[in-house]
């Protein structure tokens, strides 16, 4: 490929249908509080080699969770949907059918020729920005025709030939010899997550592989590809140990949502020997929520709890409490509405699966440390202090700074009668 003397036109597509046999809607399926197809979106614009990314779906919603993602960044001039014609959105169609037709959409729509053409696939919710820029800079600038992302692989791969010769070998290996792992030549798995063509090249061959094709190492720990409801389970329970963590601050948020039991208490109810119950609190939470209140940011407690120690303790602390609530979702979307507040400039707290609702409404879904595994999977960002122990202090610290002092003392609010 020759270099071009200006930059080149670094294309990247990624092919987001709305429908899918394995997972239903799973492009907009939620992996660390966040769409797959954000996901990607967002890697790709992080990408200093990408001049334009290019959502090809044939859903509405697809469209609308990537306009909003570029917007949310600032960047919504360089994020373009192409409606998928119906020919091409099929289960038998294939991805560089769809890179060809956004390709062709943006060199008319833009009058501009790609030069470079990349794709992403939504399927590895783990595909990074460093994934972008390696196989971007290996087919712009560093002479390759194809590129593609892979990772050290020391599996002993089989095949199953029974079915002809009823002889089953090893594909990679010789079965009568188990060499130490430090004698095997290194295989290296293609990853899924992104390819990037010549352009002129794709056009010619209309497949991904053509050329020389330049191998991008990724780290193996980011290898998972999502196909089943099984795939979309594991990437839910690694992404808050490979997620990178950006916590939200003060320009994120417009107001703050808390549940009540399990997130501003232990989850424990106290009963004396006359049956008298009481939660235990802590007094940090009630310092953060305070100076939360103090700098101006709107609060509401929301809880399907019944006992009256809701909106006493929403009293003590002079918040707004709606608790007795069946469905919290609707109930947290027509306060938005009643406050003039965007949902996706709402941060959600909570700890268990009837938050659960509400985190795929809010745009910043938080778990406290102790919540259901299922709970901390969705959210975007997880305390790392428990329930009733510190967590909405915490929380407040992300907002506003972590000048506030954690007092280590707790507080017991009975029950009135």
């Not at 992403?120 to 002479?143: H, K, L, M, Y």
């Not at 010769?165 to 009568?176: A, L, Q, R, T």
């Not at 409490?321 to 069946?326: S, Y």
Request: charged fraction near 25%.
């Amino acid at each position: 490929m020759t270099q071009p003397a200006t930059p080149p036109t670094v294309l990247a597509v990624i092919p987001a249908r709305g429908g899918s046999k394995g997972v239903p809607a799973k492009n907009l399926a939620q992996v660390g509080g966040v769409p797959l197809v954000v996901r990607a979106v967002r890697a790709c614009l992080a990408s200093a080699e990408v001049t334009a990314v290019v959502v090809t779906t044939d859903a509405p919603a697809v469209a609308e969770a990537a306009r909003t993602a570029a917007g949310t960044l600032g960047q919504a001039d360089r994020l373009h949907c192409v409606q998928r014609p119906e020919a091409i959105a099929g289960d038998t169609a294939t991805s560089e059918a769809a890179v060809l037709h956004a390709m062709d959409d943006y060199e008319r729509e833009h009058d501009r020729s790609v030069d470079v053409v990349l794709l992403v696939q939504c399927t590895s919710p783990f595909v990074a920005r460093e994934d972008i820029d390696g196989v971007a800079a290996a087919v712009a600038r560093e002479g390759a025709d194809t590129a593609v992302t892979v990772a050290p692989f020391h599996g002993f791969l089989w095949r199953d030939g029974s079915a002809v010769e009823d002889h089953n070998y090893g594909v990679n290996h010789d079965k009568s010899v188990r060499p130490r792992r430090q004698d095997r030549p290194e295989d290296l798995l293609e990853t899924g997550a992104a390819y990037a063509m010549d352009a002129v090249g794709f056009r010619t061959h209309r497949h991904r592989f053509f050329g020389h094709t330049a191998l991008v190492r990724t780290d193996p720990a980011r290898v998972l590809e999502i196909d089943d409801p099984h795939d979309l389970a594991r990437a839910r329970a690694l992404a808050p140990l490979l997620d990178p963590a950006p916590l939200p601050t003060r320009e994120d948020i417009d107001a703050v949502v808390l549940d009540f039991d399990g997130t501003q208490t232990d989850d424990r109810v106290l009963i004396d020997a006359d049956g008298r119950e009481t939660v235990a609190v802590h007094r940090g939470d009630g310092l953060g929520i305070a100076a939360l209140r103090k700098a101006g940011v709107p609060l509401l407690i929301l809880s399907t709890e019944q006992n009256p120690v809701v909106a006493a303790r929403a009293h003590k602390l002079r918040v707004p409490v709606l608790h007795g609530i069946d469905r919290k979702d609707l109930a947290l979307k027509q306060w938005c509405d009643e406050q003039s507040i965007a949902p996706e400039r709402v941060m959600y707290v909570g700890n268990d699966v009837n938050d659960l609702p509400c985190f795929a409404l809010a745009g910043w879904p938080v778990a406290v440390a102790s919540a259901h595994d299922s709970v901390r999977a969705a959210a975007r960002a997880v305390t790392t202090t428990p329930g009733g122990s510190g967590a909405i202090r915490e929380i407040a610290a992300w907002l506003l700074g972590p000048t506030l002092t954690t007092s280590t003392l707790t507080t017991h609010t009975p029950l009135p009668k």
